[in-house]
């Protein structure tokens, strides 16, 4: 089992920026994805952004040029930078690994983001 830990949450006024951070509590192997995702109320969850083992990045379209996910291995952390923060980007933030093996997926419990306008 893989426990994700969640932070960075909170409150924002539009325009504002945000980081989170998920942390792993132990190191991970064999990871084909790490990323994140979001659930607004009434909504489905989506993907906000995630980074392959090999470099390459998605971004939703609705948060390309504004958000940055970065990973650090050496401290088993995903990070999502957001900037120029939205009303409609408040959501749950989710973080998300992906094994090679089975694709077996974890998560981590979500952290909350308000954006005031």
């Known amino acids: 089992q893989v426990q994700l830990v969640e932070s960075g949450g909170g409150l924002v006024q539009a325009g504002g920026s945000r980081r989170l951070s998920c942390a792993a509590q132990?190191?991970?192997?064999?990871?084909?994805?790490m990323g994140w995702y979001r659930q607004a109320p009434g909504k489905q969850r989506e993907l906000v952004a995630r980074i392959f083992s090999g470099g390459t990045i998605d971004y939703a379209d609705s948060v390309k040029g504004r958000f940055t996910i970065s990973r650090d291995n050496a401290k088993n952390t995903v990070y999502l930078q957001m900037k120029s923060l939205k009303p409609e980007d408040t959501a749950v933030y989710y973080c998300n690994v992906v094994k090679i093996l089975l694709n077996l997926e974890f998560w981590g419990q979500g952290t909350l983001v308000t954006v005031s306008s």
């Open positions: 132990r190191t991970i192997f064999n990871i084909r994805a």
